[in-house]
């Protein structure tokens, strides 16, 4: 399946009443399969859910640990780049080099690493185990 096609499909399942701006992602894992999520809002604002999140937490119940490319798709003329917290979840599971997709509904917008949407990424290193 076509990871740009699985983003912007699972996009129009999100629960975006409040802010209705809807946001799809897509992940394909190093064995190949692909995950998705969509933003998940609540009324209570900070308790919504990322599409990022959702897709990582569907790959990881799934059983698989590493991701290796990441599709973020926005209906936005700019490129939607993940969050803060999303970028700390994506270097959990991800190499440094692994290229995270920025798209509108079109297409490609823009193309980064994750060491670049998150140099200085908090590891294990840091906490003595890496």
């Not at 809807?22 to 604002?45: L, P, S």
């Not at 991701?67 to 993940?82: C, G, H, N, R, W």
């Not at 440094?96 to 949407?117: C, H, K, N, S």
């Amino acid at each position: 399946m076509d990871l740009f096609k699985a983003a912007r499909d699972v996009r129009e399942n999100a629960h975006a009443p409040y802010s209705d701006f809807k946001v799809g992602a897509a992940i394909r894992a190093a064995d190949g399969q692909i995950f998705t999520g969509c933003n998940v809002e609540n009324v209570a604002y900070p308790e919504g859910t990322c599409a990022e999140a959702g897709a990582i937490a569907a790959m990881i119940a799934a059983g698989a640990r590493e991701i290796a490319e990441v599709i973020v798709v926005a209906d936005s003329p700019v490129p939607i780049t993940p969050c803060g917290g999303c970028r700390q979840k994506l270097a959990e599971f991800a190499r440094p080099d692994t290229p995270v997709i920025m798209a509108g509904l079109q297409g490609e917008l823009a193309r980064m690493t994750v060491a670049e949407l998150l140099p200085g990424a908090f590891s294990t290193a840091h906490l003595g185990h890496g």
